[in-house]
């Protein structure tokens, strides 16, 4: 049996389907009838034995997307999800990393960018101061000049 639909999930399902209290309105083939003393109401069936039930469970369910293995098939399926999982942990780890590395060049980036805007906002300064300096002197050589 499957991880998914092993033996311990269908002999739970046999022992709730044949301890289910059968509906008020239980009316069983063939004209059979049921006084039920009061307060005593049955639950399951007497129609199946145990295997019986067992065999109508595995029929319901052979339809759905359960799949039926023999216990070396589950061992080999069990193995490959963990492998699966086990190549899934690396991609993560593996994008982690590439996303770390990137945000890593980013952050690198943006120091070296604000270290030339510091560099380039202190040449500023100087240009301005310059600016100054050579607007003072051409005042004072335009006033030279008048004289």
């Not at 199946?48 to 061992?75: K, N, P, W, Y």
């Not at 960018?113 to 607007?135: F, H, M, P, S, T």
């Amino acid at each position: 049996m499957s991880e998914i639909l092993n033996k311990p999930m269908i002999d739970a399902m046999i022992t709730k389907f044949l301890s289910w209290k059968l509906p008020d309105d239980f009316s069983p083939d063939c004209g059979i009838k049921f006084a039920a003393p009061v307060n005593d109401w049955p639950v399951g069936t007497n129609l199946f034995t145990g295997q019986q039930a067992r065999a109508m469970i595995e029929h319901m369910l052979s339809d759905c997307m359960v799949i039926h293995m023999t216990e070396d098939q589950a061992d080999a399926a069990l193995a490959h999800g963990h492998y699966l999982e086990q190549r899934l942990a690396e991609a993560e780890a593996t994008t982690q990393s590439a996303i770390d590395y990137r945000a890593d060049e980013l952050a690198n980036a943006a120091i070296r960018g604000n270290e030339a805007y510091a560099d380039l906002q202190a040449k500023l300064a100087e240009a301005e101061a310059r600016i100054v300096e050579l607007e003072g002197a051409v005042v004072y050589n335009c006033g030279q000049r008048k004289d």
